[in-house]
Nanobody, 130 residues
């Protein structure tokens, strides 16, 4: 059974930084791709960043240059380093995993859609104040 547990969410001021972590069990991240999503109440869950099995990454436009997705295969852990945070980044952040592989043949817009992912963590709250 796949189990994803996020941590690292907090309240910070604009311009601050945070690092989110997601520990996976029942799922070997070295063999798969993973992603971070976020959601605010009343809005659709949106993809933030994707990391392919072998390391290539994709980002939504609004976080490019500020967020970095990475993984530690030895720890079976996914990370999201978030810099220069702004109030629009306030959301519940989710870690996601999927059964199918992902590589350069998959369009970014497909991988940033929640329907492409099969497993979800419980989320960790990030709040950015101005």
């Amino acid at each position: 059974q796949v189990h994803l547990v996020e941590s690292g969410g907090d309240s910070v001021q604009a311009g601050g930084h945070l690092t989110l972590s997601c520990v996976a069990s029942g799922y070997t991240i070295s063999n798969r791709c993973m992603a971070w999503f976020r959601q605010v109440p009343g809005k659709e869950r949106e993809g933030v960043a994707v990391i392919e099995r072998d390391g290539p990454t994709r980002y939504r436009t609004s976080v490019k240059g500020r967020f970095t997705i990475s993984k530690d295969n030895a720890k079976n852990t996914l990370y999201l380093q978030m810099n220069n945070l702004n109030p629009e980044d306030t959301a519940l952040y989710y870690c996601a995993a999927r059964n199918n592989p992902c590589d350069g043949r998959w369009p970014t817009q497909v991988l940033l859609a929640k329907g492409a992912w099969n497993y979800w963590g419980q989320g960790t709250q990030v709040t950015v104040s101005s």
